[in-house]
């Protein structure tokens, strides 16, 4: 599987996710999920740039929207990295190893292209980590009405961050250079922090003001 | 926005969500979400099958395929269906007011459009919901290769029913049928009891596979 996300059809993308190929996999759902959390940022930002009441916040909302589209732009790219990293993967599992010095370039092989294979969905995590505060600034101030799509957003933050986290550390598990690993964990945690709770603030804002 | 999600393109489907258009909108993207987390189901089932090492369990799994994949349909038919409801709803919105029999008419069609509009959504928990015992069958038996896979499906699982029950909640904030509206968020109630715990229980399982 090395197409073009962006030329894939959506129904195509989930065949091919849930077939014996192992990829697209959970790397690549995380960057869509991330991808779909921006995409609901953005259309809340759409639906509120231009309208009259929101005149005095438009703006800040323009910079949201271009902020997000960046990241929704990122996130597929990265969803599509992570397909093409695993093929590279395979590849060299598949290098020879009868002789010694084969076995060492093998290993060496996969020692670099596991890191790789780390830092995409460390980046995917980064990457939807950086819409969680877009989120807290809309769901005060959007409409009502579009206010459960900045919700799910929130929602689909997290759930992205924390799906990437576990494809790092199943890549981190494989890796002999401690101090990446050391440093790559230290990353892990810094994102974690404080992303439930963010979350949990954000949804107690959008289901109080469901139901007023 | 009529097209159907299965002859969209990812891309266009994320480009459209990003738009001014209202849909697809968060009952979609949690339609789609819930459909992701299938998917991982079925790839991991259909990594299992046919598997030397694991043909005490290929029954098992070939009947955790056949729901997930069962359970994939529904849900992507659901986010289909909640792009239809909202166009119904909209329309519902612009019918004639102008003499007391039309207002009624209008308000009468907005409530019963606005019923559907929470029961799409409603569906889509209860579908996503029901793959979550598939997820705790899985996380001790698959390959470990393949565990961070059950774990991602696991967090989406409880994203796209957090996800749905907004978008239940936000509908029933505009309905007047008392009954509906109760017994409704006893459903949304049940499906939240223990998603949670049920989640972390998958994850304490997925991470402690990852790391041995």
């Known amino acids: ?21 192992p990829t697209p996999g959970g790397g690549s759902v ?37 902020r997000a589209e960046g990241l929704r732009r990122e996130l597929q790219a990265l969803a599509q990295a992570d397909i093409e990293v695993f093929g590279r993967l395979s590849a060299a599992y598949k290098l020879p190893r009868t002789t010694d010095a084969d076995a060492a370039t093998r290993k060496a092989a996969i020692q670099q292209v596991t890191r790789s294979a780390a830092e995409v969905p460390l980046r995917i995590a980064q990457a939807a980590a950086a819409l969680m505060p877009l989120c807290t600034s809309l769901a005060n101030r959007c409409a009502r009405l579009i ?42 945690e810094d994102l974690s922090v404080g ?3 963010e979350a949990e603030g954000i949804l107690a804002i959008v289901r109080q003001r469901i139901n007023q």
């Not at 689909?156 to 401690?178: H, M, P, W, Y």
């Open 1 to 21: 599987m090395t197409e073009n996300l962006n030329e894939e059809r959506i129904a195509t993308f989930l065949d091919a996710l849930a077939s014996s190929a």
């Open 195 to 197: 992303l439930g709770e």
């Open 30 to 66: 995380a960057g869509i999920s991330g991808a779909m959390a921006a995409g609901l940022v953005s259309m809340v930002c759409s639906l509120t740039i231009g309208k009259k009441q929101f005149a005095d916040i438009e703006e800040e909302v323009r910079g949201i929207h271009d």
């Open 147 to 188: 206010v459960s799509d900045v919700g799910v957003a929130a929602i689909l933050v997290r759930a992205t961050v924390q799906s990437a986290i576990l494809n790092v550390e199943i890549n981190l598990a494989g890796l002999e250079d401690a101090l990446f690993v050391r440093e790559t964990r230290a990353q892990l």
